[in-house]
């Protein structure tokens, strides 16, 4: 099994950046992939980033390209979210999500959110 823990979440005036970390823990050799959820005020959760293994490839919400990067450090067991040039729409809980196989299925592992506020 894999755990997530997030953090790095916080208050930020517009423009300015953030950058969430996700803390794994297990079976880390059972990773498939790595993604960034967000959940705003009056909307359905969804992705915003992810990186797939072991290509390394990533893929981003139209709305974050540019500003947003979601990297891994394998030696640190931590997935990261940089989030630059934030704007008021991103303003919602952040969520880490780890797809790994697990009992030979394709599990999640999602952490308990941090929350971004960002104001103008």
């Known amino acids: 099994q894999v755990q997530v823990v997030e953090s790095g979440g916080g208050l930020v005036q517009a423009g300015g950046s953030l950058r969430l970390s996700c803390a794994l823990s297990?079976?880390?050799?059972?990773?498939?992939?790595h993604a960034w959820h967000r959940e705003s005020p009056g909307k359905m959760r969804e992705q915003v980033a992810n990186l797939l293994k072991p290509s390394l490839t990533t893929n981003y919400l139209d709305s974050v390209k540019g500003r947003f990067t979601i990297s891994g450090d394998h030696a640190k067991s931590k997935v990261y979210l940089q989030m630059d040039s934030l704007r008021p729409e991103d303003t919602g809980v952040y969520y880490c999500?780890?797809?790994?196989?697990?009992?030979?299925?394709?599990?999640?592992?999602w952490g308990q959110g941090t929350q971004v506020t960002v104001y103008s």
């Open positions: 999500r780890a797809v790994h196989i697990f009992n030979g299925r394709y599990t999640d592992a």
């Open positions: 297990g079976n880390m050799a059972s990773i498939v992939e």
